[in-house]
């Protein structure tokens, strides 16, 4: 059985970091390209970022790009998300989601599993 | 503002046939597949309909997509009350680097 576990949520200032993780269990982890979606309390999905099995390509969402990077550890079955200068707009639910492809933005690559998400609020 | 478009919301009686729009344009629906996802009250989104027109294992007949140019469409017939939820349209678009898209969700109430 698929399984994602995010952690590493939590109240933060802003301008200041915060690092996610996801636990990733039940498949093969890199075969996968692997990704982080958010959602704001109330509001719709937005894509954060995402990851090729290799860490060889890799993407951002324009409201995220120099702030925040992903990474993953494949020995460790694990993603995560290195959170730098955060801001209120960054407040939301954040799910780390399996790609059903290697890369990111692959023909038939999409998201078929997420976890249940780790909250992060920025606030002062 | 998101850059897939989905009327906010929708409703049906029991038994009805609902039908859900998302429009978007050359760069994501237009040259990629669609994908819905059903978002169930304080769960995650979980996967209901991929290459535009392919169901999950596990995912009723009920549910069906389909696509023709920039937009798409999600329909489910035999509308039960355990069919309320959230959902979501998302496509990859193929613009500046590439990135994933959704729509703004449009929620379904069961009356």
């Known amino acids: 059985e698929v399984q994602l576990v995010e952690s590493g949520g939590g109240l933060v200032q802003p301008g200041r970091s915060l690092r996610l993780s996801c636990a990733a269990s039940?498949?093969?982890?890199?075969?996968?390209?692997m990704h982080w979606v958010r959602q704001a309390p109330g509001k719709g999905l937005e894509w954060v970022s995402g990851?090729?099995?290799?860490?060889?390509?890799?993407g951002y969402a324009d409201s995220v790009k120099g702030r925040f990077t992903i990474s993953r550890d494949n020995a460790k079955n694990s993603l995560y998300l290195q959170m730098n200068s955060l801001r209120a707009e960054d407040t939301a639910l954040y799910y780390c989601?399996?790609?059903?492809?290697?890369?990111?933005?692959?023909?038939?690559?999409?998201?078929?599993?997420w976890g249940q998400g780790t909250l992060v609020t920025v606030s002062s | 503002q998101s850059v897939l478009t989905q009327p906010p919301s929708a409703s049906g009686t029991p038994g009805q046939r609902v039908t859900i729009s998302c429009s978007g344009s050359?760069?994501?629906?237009?040259?990629?597949?669609v994908y819905w996802y059903q978002q169930l009250p304080g769960t995650a989104p979980k996967l209901l309909i991929y290459?535009?027109?392919q169901r999950p294992s596990g995912v009723p007949d009920r549910f069906s997509g389909s696509k023709s140019g920039t937009s798409a469409s999600l329909a489910i017939s035999g509308l039960r009350s355990e069919d309320e939820a959230d959902y979501y349209c998302?496509?990859?678009?193929?613009?500046?680097?590439?990135?994933?898209?959704f729509g703004g969700g449009t929620k379904l109430t069961v009356l």
């Open positions: 989601a399996k790609d059903t492809a290697l890369i990111v933005g692959a023909t038939k690559g999409c998201f078929d599993y």
């Open positions: 039940g498949f093969t982890f890199d075969d996968y390209a």
């Open positions: 990851i090729s099995w290799n860490s060889g390509s890799i």
């Open positions: 050359s760069s994501n629906i237009g040259s990629n597949y």
């Open positions: 290459r535009n027109n």
């Open positions: 998302a496509a990859w678009d193929d613009s500046l680097s590439g990135y994933w898209v």
